[in-house]
């Protein structure tokens, strides 16, 4: 079956930097689309950054020039290196498998920006 694990969430101070990590099993990952959401406190789930198989990227405005989504293939790993962090990016973040009519989410990791 579909697994997303996620890591590499914690607390860091406003400026600071993360890496956020999310090893997929149960699919053909190289094909895959993958993304990143987030989820404050009172507030929807959002979408942050998406990647296709073929490496096309995409991104939220309020994250542009500071977060950066990647992937290696060979390790079936999605990850997100944010930069410059500001306590508005404190949020819960999941990794996100879209399959049709289906998501696929893992259990999140919890990222606070704060001093």
């Known amino acids: 079956q579909v697994q997303l694990v996620e890591s590499g969430g914690g607390l860091v101070p406003p400026g600071g930097s993360l890496r956020l990590s999310c090893v997929a099993s149960?699919?053909?990952?190289?094909?895959?689309?993958m993304g990143w959401y987030r989820q404050a406190p009172g507030k929807e789930r959002d979408l942050v950054a998406g990647?296709?198989?073929?490496?096309?990227?995409n991104y939220a405005d309020s994250v542009k020039g500071r977060f950066t989504i990647s992937r290696d293939n060979l390790k079936n790993t999605v990850y997100l290196q944010m930069n410059s962090l500001k306590p508005e990016d404190t949020a819960v973040y999941y990794c996100?498998?879209?399959?049709?009519?289906?998501?696929?989410w893992g259990k999140g990791t919890l990222v606070t920006v704060s001093a």
């Open positions: 996100n498998f879209p399959n049709g009519a289906r998501n696929y």
């Open positions: 149960g699919i053909i990952f190289r094909f895959s689309t």
């Open positions: 990647i296709t198989g073929d490496r096309r990227t």
